[in-house]
């Protein structure tokens, strides 16, 4: 067979199979065409029959609800009537037991008003008898106290005469103490005045061995009076009381001394171990 029969016969195949599909594709349409009427037909059909259902079924639903709320009226209705009743009976029973208790609160009033006209009694009595007990009470505290006040008044008129006696013999030994006191300075002026003088004559008889030549020679006993004394202790103290030390031009013008003095008395100090000197400070130790 030549190409152009070849050719030729593959055209007419292709013509064939088309016409083919064709008519195949037109028969299909046909039947999908029936089967969407059937189709629908059918849903029309069960359309209406779900209607017609739906219908009874509203209709059987409506006459059920319609048959409960009446049944339930009726039961509203007797359990109405059930509860009116029950009420009736407790209103009833309420009011008796209302009654009873009014009645019962007026005899515990009744009561009440008894014991407290009986406690106002009593009180009243107590209160009368306590009145009596405290004035008999505050007559015999006035009475003590009375005697009381009279014996203190001895005690202190007694105290008092001891305390004068006490303090005219205190008196006497303080004068005496004082006289006593003088004495002893005057004697002890009286030793260090010789004292001094024997120490002096000592001193001149060795200047005049030694040629005329004067030596410094410590006294051996010096004047001690009591306003030295006094003033040593006025020192003392104010340097005990600053412990931050003092300066020689604070101390001349705090006592008001002269500086050779002053000198000479801390210097007392010091060899009685009550003062130190450090930095030009002193210390009281």
């Not at 007419?12 to 599909?21: G, K, P, Q, S």
């Amino acid at each position: 067979m030549t190409t152009r029969e070849e050719m030729r016969s593959l055209a007419e195949e292709i013509v064939d199979a088309y016409t083919d599909r064709v008519a195949t594709i037109a028969e299909l349409r046909k039947t999908v065409k029936t089967e969407l009427k059937e189709l629908k037909d059918a849903r029309i059909d069960l359309g209406k029959e779900l209607r017609a259902d739906l219908a009874k079924s509203a209709a059987d639903r409506n006459a059920a609800v319609s048959t409960q709320l009446k049944e339930l009226d009726a039961a509203h209705a007797a359990m109405s009537r059930e509860m009116r009743a029950e009420l009736n009976k407790g209103r009833q029973t309420l009011t008796e037991e209302e009654a009873k208790r009014q009645s019962e609160a007026r005899e515990f009033m009744g009561e009440l008003g008894r014991v407290v006209a009986e406690g106002k009694a009593a009180v009243k009595t107590l209160l009368g008898e306590f009145d009596s007990s405290h004035n008999a009470m505050s007559r015999e505290m006035r009475a003590e106290l009375s005697k009381g006040r009279q014996s203190l008044a001895k005690g202190e008129r007694k105290r008092q005469s001891e305390a004068r006696e006490f303090m005219g013999e205190l008196g006497k030994a303080v004068a005496e103490g004082k006289a006593a006191t003088q004495t002893l300075l005057r004697d002890f002026g009286e030793v260090q005045a010789g004292a001094r003088d024997e120490w002096q004559k000592m001193t001149a008889t060795i200047q005049s061995k030694r040629g005329g030549v004067g030596i410094k020679v410590k006294p051996l006993i010096e004047e001690i009076t009591p306003e030295t004394t006094t003033l040593r202790n006025r020192v003392f103290e104010y340097l005990a009381n600053h412990p931050d030390g003092t300066k020689m031009t604070e101390l001349e013008q705090e006592f008001s001394v002269a500086r050779i003095q002053m000198a000479k008395l801390l210097e007392d100090l010091a060899d009685e171990n009550k003062v130190a000197k450090r930095n030009s400070l002193y210390f009281a130790i």
